[in-house]
């Protein structure tokens, strides 16, 4: 066995990668479902322009991104979006969740939504700090 540094990662290796950290995962605790999460915003022609993806396992949803576009900022979609995943992250049976945000995004907006700070990573970029927040549900 010999690190290798492959030049162009695909998602063979991710796959291959992520087996194998979820086969020691699920052999040190209770597998579990694991659900991707997705909640679109469309535009008037069907075509999707925002939204929410993460994933729910180990009973929790992770969101790993959300996008409101920037004409439709401050009008709700964000909350009505984060409100969505927080309702079938309950109907999957899940405690709470969980994401991170960038110092220059939206930390104040997931606060209002009731998440709070367990940690962050300052200079993540430089100048700016990495903040991951959660919310229980039950």
């Known amino acids: 066995m010999t690190p290798e540094i492959v030049a162009a990662p695909g998602n063979a290796e991710r796959e291959a990668i992520l087996a194998a950290l979820v086969a020691y995962n699920d052999s040190r ?3 579990g479902e694991r659900h991707p999460v997705a909640i679109v915003l469309r535009d008037d022609a069907g075509a999707v322009i925002g939204g929410l993806w993460g994933a729910a396992g180990y009973g929790w949803l992770f969101v790993q991104y959300l996008v409101v576009p920037q004409a439709a900022r401050g ?8 409100l969505a995943a927080e309702a079938e992250a309950r109907r999957l049976g ?6 991170d945000t960038f ?9 209002k939504l009731g998440y709070g700070v367990f940690g962050a990573i300052a200079d993540y970029p430089p100048g700016e700090a990495r903040y ?3 919310k229980r549900l039950d």
């Open 29 to 31: 605790v209770p597998p």
């Open 94 to 99: 899940c405690t709470g969740m969980w994401l």
């Open 103 to 111: 110092s220059f995004q939206a930390r104040g907006f997931y606060e």
């Open 132 to 134: 991951f927040l959660s």
């Open 75 to 82: 009008q709700g979609q964000g909350r009505a979006l984060m």
